[in-house]
């Protein structure tokens, strides 16, 4: 490793030593994700934050992996059972899946984009509804690999109509929570 710490000082300014900054020298430092905000914010609960962090960083190829491995039988879909089961076909390209952001869309009233969102200005109800928009489209993940795992281990799999409901019952109760006496009349009109 090539010395940042020399006579007494970083080799790349006249600073001290600082914890912060010896830190900060030793940690890989890597570009900012363009979907951190997304993933990462007060809104979102923990096991989803979880499962859309491991779908963003390519974290659940699980069934292709064990196929290549040869610790499964076989690689087709858990859920549809006909193509491979591979992360981009459970999430976004079977037959089940590729059904939930049309439905979710139906009742509120925007589309869900994978990793990106425009935001409508500053407003109170514009920061609002970003939120949301994270908080549905991180439940979407979640839901979808529940059904995922459901299906596998119980050979169970909800109606579609009945997982998006169950999506829509995660974000309002967090709505709810998060809304408490602060929301601005804007807000509450939206909601
Ligand atoms: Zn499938």
């Known amino acids: 490793m090539k010395a940042g710490y020399q006579n007494d000082q970083w080799t790349s300014s006249s600073k001290g030593y600082s914890i912060r900054d010896g830190y900060e020298w030793l940690r890989t430092k890597q570009p900012k994700k363009h979907w951190v905000q997304l993933v990462w914010n007060s809104w979102n609960y923990p096991n989803l934050?979880?499962?859309?962090?491991?779908?963003?960083?390519?974290?659940?190829?699980?069934?292709?992996?064990?196929?290549?491995?040869?610790?499964?039988?076989?690689?087709?879909?858990?859920?549809?059972?006909?193509?491979?089961?591979?992360?981009?076909h459970l999430f976004f390209d079977c037959l089940y899946s590729r059904q939930v952001p049309r439905l979710v869309e139906q009742w509120c009233g925007f589309k869900i984009i994978v990793g990106s969102y425009a935001s409508n200005g500053r407003s109170a109800g514009a920061r609002l509804k970003k939120q949301t928009h994270y908080l549905i489209w991180s439940s979407c993940y979640y839901h979808i690999w529940s059904q995922r795992n459901s299906s596998r281990v119980h050979l169970i799999l909800l109606m579609l109509e009945n997982m998006v409901a169950n999506i829509r019952e995660d974000a309002m109760r967090r709505i709810r929570s998060k809304f408490g006496g602060s929301a601005g009349s804007e807000e509450r009109t939206w909601f």
Do not use: H, Y
């Not at 499962?51 to 292709?64: D, E, F, P, Y």
């Open 49 to 88: 934050a979880l499962i859309s962090w491991l779908v963003m960083n390519q974290g659940l190829n699980v069934k292709a992996k064990l196929f290549q491995f040869g610790c499964c039988p076989d690689n087709r879909c858990c859920i549809c059972d006909q193509d491979p089961e591979t992360q981009e």
